[in-house]
């Protein structure tokens, strides 16, 4: 567990460049303007076991690069949320993880990520395996249009399990630990496209951890939901922390600093700033990340 | 800020077109449904008689000058044997019991002449009168006369008229010095009589003449003695076609029970000028007491090669008289059940089937079929094959229409019937003034008039009839047809003959419509679907966005080109290669599945990066499947079936194992992969330590299923044959070059752009969160389009499916061209087929404006329209439900 207690003006800069641009410029014009901008990234991080490794991450939609030689760990058993402006890369570093970029057409990919130390970028690699290690949730709830019970063992129905006993057990166990076992535990045989909207993203999220994923991906999760099924989604969020390792792109920064534990802030394709979510909330090191934070611009 | 009058404008006016554009649609649709049914609807209308118009036969006769010696016309009238008319209904004749022949005017009852046929005052004990006027009659003293009576057609002429136009043809043209002031002031449609006969003004503005000719021949004597008790002819068509027309025969009975069959023949004697009658008889002496078992009626078949003598209690003896062999007994039959007695017996037109009716009313008619098992000399079996609706009391009068299969019976009671036999129809139903029994009934030439003789005069029905064949039942049921075994669906419109009764079984075409359907959908459905699939779930969409226009511009073909293609070029073409063809159904997709699985040899990384050359791979994978198919077809011809496919489907040689076998080869194969899939995939996955070492076990898997796949289909197949069921016969029978298979290859070009346009369509529709979702968790593409999308869009596929059934069962040109257009009820994928929509081509401009045909085929396009409309709806209702269930989502 890393401490949130410790005070922010005792942590130290990650890197001397970070040190040496600390300076007039803003970063972000320097961004707009094609120059190279390093990250910064709290040391607290440094501390943690990580499960995904994030070396050098460029990313290419044709001509047109998306992302910038993105360095982070994500931490096992944590929450890490990716905030930032609409175009920022957060949701296209996201889907880097599970390489769901693949399906669209002239990306070309740099650098390579490690789920617990297997690369995901290298063309070798088995991506149906390497997906079945995550799980994943969208925007909007897509839940299948089949029977509750169908869409939440759907991982292991592509698997070829066939055992009913361990396809409820599984069942029972994600939906409980989705927080809808008790809503929907006498109608598992009706559609899914029969709940509301926040049970349909819980769903969502039942049929992601069925599997038992080594890290959760979630997409702006409640982008489309009201704020009281918003309130429960970030509940379960909350319940989840420590058994799961989940990586939340989220627009919405109040949530951000209510779920997660660090918090990435990134802008057109760079990492800014990277840390606790406390310290980066409450007493960031940059400027730039104060001034989207408070909500100056974005 | 208001909106500004522009933009309103332009709203209303689009509104307003719209509305009117999609009204105009609906209203154009009813339009045609309306006018359909409108030419439709008189075909159900129903038949009339018109209300009897009696004609007085006791008025004064005129004094006519009686060439023999007439009976005095104050006695009691003798029985009258036959009443005729002739076809413009002006005159008819009656014979009587004492040989007299009297001319009646039917507007007035007016005598025109009175003359004996008899010329020296014999007995007359026998008399036969034929349809066309032929008579035949047989004397006490052994001696027969037989003769003709018709109507002489002549058109008055005074001899100053310019002759030009007068002799063309077989119209006579009679030159008067000066035509009689009365019939010169006739007006059109007037008569008037002139010497014995009738003068009519035609609407041309001719004065027709109709005369009685009488023609008698000499008498001839048969049985020198011996009462003739029973006669009947048949005369063949005069100036029918020479290869139809046979020799007249002669069927009489004496009173010593000798039954004589005798083929006439007249000798024209120059130098006396004389016809003289020469008889050529076969003989048969019936075993019967003629004292208190002597037959009431004698009936000889119009082509003189049956003889029925029939009994009053119902009894029936059929005599086997075909030229060049023995007159023998065939059958003996009983007409009329228990306890009724044969009160009346005639024949339909074309003399082949009888008309019986009896002492209850009822009113049967007996076909001679032929039926396989018949045990009879001559193999035919008389049947009764329609059972009229009963009368309520004896049946006194029979008259069959000259012209179609309508009977009309009179009753005891003064009530007549009009019957259509083949639809077992009760047309109308009237009655004589007074309840007069109709004792000779007389449909005329025409078919538009009935006329019935009864003791009080005559009596004249307008028959309204005209469509008497057509029921629901007998459209869309099997109906008896004169000259079937049983009753049968057959489509039978037009034929050289004149006793030819079309026939509207339009099920058949309904059928063949199906038929063409389901044959093109099993070629045309799976290919566009799995290419919907194909493209929509693994093809880049790069790729795709050429290969999608490609396949739509297949639509565009004319599906003339297509037909044409597929009668000249494609039917002959695979009439030489039917086991080549057959093989690739078998071949192609091995040759694709050994390409997959060789194609995993490859390493993966080469393989991620030849990713683009799969489609190519896999066009010459087809390719080589094709080739294989070539050089495997022979190898089944001789192995499956016994060296030559043709003989094989006749049924002439092999078992039926071999069809089986390459009908099964799917089934097992899908058997085969099933239990592959659950037994022997988790040991290769054990086994198998490296990619390569999985990938070669997959191989040899493949191989030794392959094998499986043939070994289980031989196997069951020939369980199957074993058991003796032959496929041959239903599904499979007789190669015929324009078949079910060529058509379906042609018409599933025509369908597949459809099916696979609206079914990329719908699985591309489907939401790309859930295909994201689905691969997000690990599945493959194909376990992604399998196990979501293609369920979700299912309602999508399905429509798909529906509208290019509709397409099919509405398409024309291809099998127009390439079925053959034989309205054969059998599945026979060998065999043709002729569909509603090529019928309505083929016959629509040979049908009479109006007729029974013309209708029968608007029907035939009304039940196409109801066809495709239901299935265009079925289809319309479920795109709905999916768009519903799409926004959903």
Request: charged share 20%; glycine share 8%.
């Amino acid at each position: 567990m890393i401490s949130n207690t410790e005070q922010p003006q005792s942590s130290t800069t990650a890197t001397a460049v970070a040190q040496s641009g600390d300076a007039k410029l803003n970063r972000l014009e320097m961004i707009t303007r094609g120059e190279h901008v390093d990250a910064v990234i709290h040391a607290e991080l440094a501390k943690c076991a990580s499960v995904l490794d994030v070396n050098d991450v460029s990313l290419w939609y044709g001509d047109k690069q998306a992302l910038f030689d993105i360095n982070m760990i994500i931490p096992d058993g944590h929450v890490t949320a990716l905030i930032g402006p609409s175009g920022c890369g957060k949701s296209t570093l996201l889907r880097c993880v599970n390489r769901m970029n693949d399906l669209i057409d002239n990306v070309r990919l740099g650098g390579d990520m490690r789920l617990n130390g297997d690369s995901i970028f290298s063309p070798h690699i088995d991506v149906i395996a390497l997906r079945k290690r995550m799980g994943m949730v969208f925007q909007k709830p897509n839940p299948f249009p089949m029977s509750i019970f169908e869409n939440v063992v759907y991982p292991l129905r592509i698997d070829g399990e066939r055992d009913r006993n361990v396809l409820e057990e599984v069942c029972e166990r994600a939906l409980r630990g989705a927080a809808l076992w008790n809503e929907v535990k006498d109608r598992l045989h009706e559609s899914g496209l029969g709940l509301s909207g926040g049970q349909q993203q819980r769903l969502c999220i039942a049929r992601a951890i069925a599997s038992d994923p080594e890290v959760l991906l979630l997409d702006e999760p409640c982008s489309a939901l009201d704020p009281i099924a918003t309130g429960k989604i970030e509940d379960l969020i909350d319940e989840l922390r420590g058994d799961y390792s989940i990586l939340i792109v989220t627009h919405n920064m109040q949530q951000a600093s209510r779920v997660s534990d660090f918090t990435a802030f990134m802008y057109l394709g760079h990492l800014i700033e990277y840390g606790p979510t406390v310290s980066l909330f409450t007493n960031p090191k940059l400027k730039e990340t104060e001034d989207y934070v408070m909500g100056r611009f974005g | 800020m208001a909106t500004r009058k522009s933009v309103r404008v332009a709203d209303r006016t689009a509104q307003l077109l719209i509305t009117v554009g999609g009204l105009g649609t609906i209203a154009s649709l009813l339009l045609v449904f309306a006018f359909l049914v409108g030419k439709v609807y008189p075909l159900f209308s129903g038949s009339s008689l018109s209300q009897p118009q009696e004609i007085d036969l006791s008025a004064a006769t005129q004094p006519v000058t009686p060439d023999t010696k007439a009976p005095a016309s104050k006695t009691p009238t003798p029985e009258p044997l036959h009443f005729a008319t002739d076809e413009y209904l002006n005159l008819g004749w009656i014979a009587y019991r004492d040989g007299t022949l009297r001319t009646v005017r039917l507007d007035s009852g007016e005598t025109l002449s009175r003359v004996s046929l008899i010329p020296d005052g014999r007995e007359l004990t026998a008399w036969s009168f034929g349809p066309r006027g032929e008579i035949g009659l047989g004397f006490v003293d052994g001696d027969i006369q037989l003769g003709k009576i018709s109507f002489a057609t002549a058109f008055l002429q005074a001899s100053s008229d310019d002759d030009a136009a007068a002799g063309s043809g077989d119209t006579r043209v009679l030159q008067l010095d000066e035509v009689p002031a009365e019939l010169t002031g006739l007006r059109i449609g007037d008569v008037a009589r002139y010497r014995d006969g009738m003068v009519e003004k035609t609407p041309e503005g001719q004065l027709r003449l109709q005369e009685l000719s009488v023609e008698m021949d000499a008498p001839v004597t048969v049985a020198s003695g011996v009462p003739i008790r029973l006669i009947d002819r048949s005369v063949p068509k005069q100036g029918a076609d020479s290869l139809a027309a046979t020799e007249e025969v002669l069927a009489l009975l004496t009173d010593e029970g000798l039954l004589r069959v005798a083929t006439v023949r007249k000798v024209y004697n120059m130098l006396l000028d004389q016809t003289t009658t020469k008889l050529s008889a076969r003989t048969l002496q019936l075993e019967l007491d003629m004292q208190t078992q002597q037959p009431d009626r004698l009936l000889l078949s119009g082509l003189g090669d049956n003889v029925y003598l029939a009994w009053n209690d119902g009894r029936l003896q059929r005599f086997d008289a075909r030229k060049g062999v023995d007159v023998l007994l065939a059958e003996e039959v009983n007409l009329v059940d228990g306890g009724r007695v044969l009160t009346s017996l005639g024949f339909l037109v074309g003399k082949t089937s009888l008309v019986a009716g009896d002492s209850d009313g009822g009113v049967t008619v007996w076909f001679r079929t032929k039926p396989e098992d018949a045990t009879t000399i001559d193999g035919a079996v008389l049947s009764r094959a329609h059972h009229l609706q009963s009368g309520s009391s004896p049946v006194r009068s029979l008259a069959a229409s000259p012209v179609v299969r309508t009977v009309a019976a009179g009753f005891e009671d003064g009530s007549i019937r009009l019957y259509h036999v083949t639809s077992e129809q009760l047309l109308a139903q009237s009655t004589t003034a007074d309840q007069q029994v109709p004792r000779l009934l007389t449909i005329s030439p025409k078919n538009d008039v009935i006329l019935g003789l009864s003791h009080a005069g005559l009596s004249r029905w307008a028959i309204d009839a005209p469509h008497p064949e057509v029921t629901l039942s007998a459209i869309f049921l099997p109906v008896w047809y004169e000259g079937y075994e049983k009753p049968e669906h057959v489509w039978q419109s037009s034929s050289g003959d004149d006793a030819f009764e079309p026939k509207y079984g339009l099920w058949s075409l309904v059928f063949g419509s199906i038929k063409a359907t389901i044959y093109s959908m099993l070629f045309g459905a799976p290919l566009a679907l799995l290419a919907a699939i194909y493209t929509s779930e693994f093809l880049n969409p790069r790729t795709k966005a050429r290969i999608k226009p490609t396949i739509e511009i297949m639509a565009s073909l004319p599906s003339v080109v297509l037909g044409f293609l597929a009668a000249l070029v494609i039917a002959p073409y695979v009439e030489d290669i039917v086991p080549q063809t057959l093989s690739v159904l078998a071949t192609a997709p091995f040759a694709l599945l050994a390409a997959a699985f060789l194609w995993q040899l490859l390493p993966m990384s080469l393989g991620i990066r030849c990713d683009w050359l799969r489609l190519p791979l896999m066009a010459l994978a087809f390719v080589v499947g094709i080739w294989l198919a070539t050089i495997v077809g022979p190898f089944v011809e001789s192995w499956l079936f016994a060296g030559d496919i043709k003989a094989w489907l006749d049924g002439q040689t092999g078992t039926a194992t071999g069809g089986w076998m390459l009908l099964l080869l799917p089934l097992s194969a899908l058997l085969v992969a099933t239990v592959f899939s659950l037994f022997v995939t988790p040991v290769q996955r054990n086994m198998a330590n490296s990619r390569v070492q999985f990938v070669l076990l997959d191989i040899a898997k493949f191989a030794v299923g392959s094998v499986a796949t043939v070994a289980v289909a031989w196997l069951i197949s020939s369980l199957i044959s074993g058991l003796g069921f032959d496929l041959r016969g239903t599904l499979v029978d007789t190669y015929v070059q324009r078949n079910s298979l060529v058509v379906g290859f042609m018409m599933g070009f025509a369908i597949i752009p459809i099916i696979y346009t609206i079914s990329d369509d719908a699985l591309t529709s489907v939401p790309e969160s859930l295909r994201a979702a689905s691969l997000g968790a690990g599945a493959t593409k194909w376990q992604t389009a399998v196990r979501v999308i293609i369920p979700t869009g299912m309602s999508g596929l399905f429509s798909a499916v529906m509208i290019g059934l509709g397409r099919a069962v509405g398409e024309t040109m291809i099998v127009l061209m390439a079925a053959g257009n034989t309205p054969v009820l059998d599945m026979n994928i060998f065999n043709g087929f002729r569909t509603l929509a090529a019928n309505i081509a083929v016959e629509l401009p040979e049908a009479v404006e109006n007729s029974t045909h013309f209708r029968m085929l608007y029907l035939a396009a009304l039940t196409l329209f109801a066809l495709t409309f239901v299935l265009n709806t079925v289809a319309e209702v479920i795109r709905l439900r999916f768009r519903k269930r799409a926004f959903q989502l």
